[in-house]
């Protein structure tokens, strides 16, 4: 079967920097994504892999490693605004996303 | 400003009513589809639209309906609610023509309860 595994929760401070990891065994693939969703609300996209190497965009940065069939999301200069979940999720052989259940990240003062 | 419309946003129904959960994007994009969010588990597909009167099923169909008469309009259709279709459910669009290569914008979510 298509798993994709994340922590259910995390907790870092403010102004630290997080590691969020995804690992993932599917039908092929066709490329990762994270999305961040706030408590109550719609996920919004964050980021799209389908090469390998680290993407940057700002504060955060994705990284994707197919051989290894995993990912992370790097949170760096940590604010409170970012207490949310993170959801990953890989795009299989037939083009069906396919999502983990998302990390919980608490931030903390 | 580019959106997803859902409605209603917060609905508490009985068993066995109809209901019918609006969706509809300003952003003239071909592929649309819903989703279905429950606690410990990942967002799960209901059915998904490619283009006008195209629809497929997604990994949840069960219970559920949906058509794509228009480009902009996808409504997800509940002919006999159950219980276990209580869940926050997500439309949401994405102007990628080939399935889930592209961002996919969604709506605000219509929390459902089924009593």
């Known amino acids: 079967g298509q798993n994709i595994d994340q922590p259910t929760e995390m907790t870092a401070t403010e102004g630290a920097i997080v590691q969020i990891n995804c690992t993932y065994q599917?039908?092929?693939?066709?490329?990762l994504f994270w999305y961040q969703q706030h408590a109550g609300e719609a996920p919004t996209f964050l980021s799209y892999?389908?090469l390998d190497g680290l993407e940057e965009k700002g504060r955060f940065s994705s990284f994707l490693s197919r051989s290894k069939g995993y990912s992370y999301l790097l949170l760096k200069e940590l604010q409170m605004k970012d207490s949310a979940s993170y959801l990953c999720?890989?795009?299989?052989?037939?083009?069906?996303?396919?999502w983990g259940a998302g990390t919980k990240l608490i931030i903390k003062p | 400003e580019a959106q997803v419309t859902q409605n209603p946003r917060y609905l508490i129904t009985v068993t066995g009513k109809k209901l019918t959960v609006t969706c509809s994007q300003n952003?003239?994009?071909?592929?649309m589809s819903w989703y279905r969010q429950d606690p410990g588990l990942g967002l799960r597909q209901i059915y998904y639209?490619?283009?006008?009167?195209?629809?497929d099923k997604g990994d949840v169909p069960e219970g559920y309906k949906v058509s794509r008469k228009e480009k902009r309009n996808f409504p997800l259709i509940l002919e006999s609610p159950s219980p276990n279709q209580t869940s926050l459910y997500f439309c949401?669009?994405?102007?990628?023509?080939?399935?889930?290569?592209?961002?996919?914008?969604f709506g605000e979510g219509s929390r459902l309860t089924v009593l």
């Open positions: 949401a669009s994405s102007l990628s023509d080939t399935p889930n290569t592209g961002e996919l914008f």
């Open positions: 952003m003239n994009h071909e592929y």
């Open positions: 639209s490619m283009n006008v009167e195209v629809t």
């Open positions: 599917t039908s092929g693939f066709n490329g």
């Open positions: 892999n389908v």
């Open positions: 999720a890989v795009v299989d052989s037939n083009y069906q996303l396919i």
